[in-house]
């Protein structure tokens, strides 16, 4: 559920699931207005749904139209997935932290489990995105966090709103995200720079170790032009595909039973799909 959602490709990623584990369902993308959302939610179980994600601009709104909202989703402040109880109650989460975390797992293992180096994290950008990258490095052991933005008072309030034990963050304006780059073991793009139709992300790279990992979750393009620049200087980089792909299994799993697999198959499957939106959209 979005508004809007027909450029969601969740349907697809769901339905090649679907289709591999010869599951009978479908996966729907519905649009929902903000003023619709609370009957639409309320009617879930009464349609037989067995749940339902949720995209832009439901996620926050929708934590206090549900029955239950676990720790993961109220450390991030915003909810994504919600799960279709058998008593018809709602129970939510946020899988974005993990979808995140995985996708580095899978692309960059080793500098995941040396904690990438025991350096600093950088984050570019300081909204919810922002947020849940910030709740799953520290769950990955990550002791310091950057934080880069815009608006230096947005960075500050979500520095602010760190809380986690033995988590050192701190506030940086864009125009000091150079020096922010100095020592750091990773850093993770949350803004929209780079994608296709905004502005581009404008950093320059020259302070960051070589040996640093590289994410940015933008993944339309696939490679955005930070990851251009980063893999031109000898980064480990990582798009943001698989975040989106990683971060459906936790729903997946809770409405189907099955732990599904992230692969070439699906991303071909995915990336396809989204080529042909592209191309429908330009035609127009």
């Excluded at 996966?27 to 179980?45: F, H, Q």
């Excluded at 995200?177 to 296709?196: C, D, F, H, K, R």
């Excluded at 039973?257 to 035609?283: F, S």
Aim: hydrophobic content about 50%.
């Amino acid at each position: 559920m979005g508004w809007p959602v027909e450029h969601s490709l969740s349907p697809v990623l769901h339905g090649h699931w679907l289709a591999r584990y010869g599951i009978t369902g479908s996966y729907e993308a519905i649009p929902v207005t903000p003023d619709d959302l609370p009957v639409a939610l309320a009617g879930l179980a009464e349609q037989g749904f067995l749940g339902v994600n949720l995209t832009v601009p439901h996620k926050e709104a929708a934590m206090a139209l549900v029955d239950r909202v676990d720790e993961d989703a109220q450390r991030i402040g915003a909810i994504n997935t919600i799960v279709v109880g058998d008593d018809g109650a709602l129970s939510a989460t946020n899988t974005d932290a993990y979808g995140l975390i995985e996708n580095i797992r899978a692309s960059a293992p080793d500098a995941l489990v040396n904690r990438f180096g025991g350096r600093a994290a950088v984050i570019l950008g300081a909204g919810g995105a922002a947020r849940a990258a910030m709740v799953g490095l520290a769950d990955a052991g990550v002791e310091e966090i950057r934080i880069v933005n815009r608006t230096l008072a947005r960075a500050e309030a979500l520095a602010a709103l760190a809380g986690i034990a033995g988590l050192r963050v701190s506030a940086h304006a864009m125009n000091d995200g150079p020096a922010a780059l100095a020592e750091a073991g990773i850093v993770i793009n949350t803004t929209s720079l780079g994608m296709i139709g905004q502005p581009p992300l404008e950093l320059d790279l020259a302070m960051l170790p070589a040996e640093a990992v590289v994410n940015d979750i933008v993944y339309a393009p696939l490679e955005t032009g930070l990851l251009a620049a980063a893999r031109a200087r000898g980064n480990t980089v990582i798009d943001g595909l698989g975040m989106l792909l990683h971060q459906a299994r936790a729903g997946f799993r809770a409405w189907f039973g099955v732990d599904a697999a992230v692969d070439e198959d699906l991303r071909g499957a995915v990336l396809a799909a989204h080529d042909n939106h592209a191309r429908d959209v330009a035609a127009t």
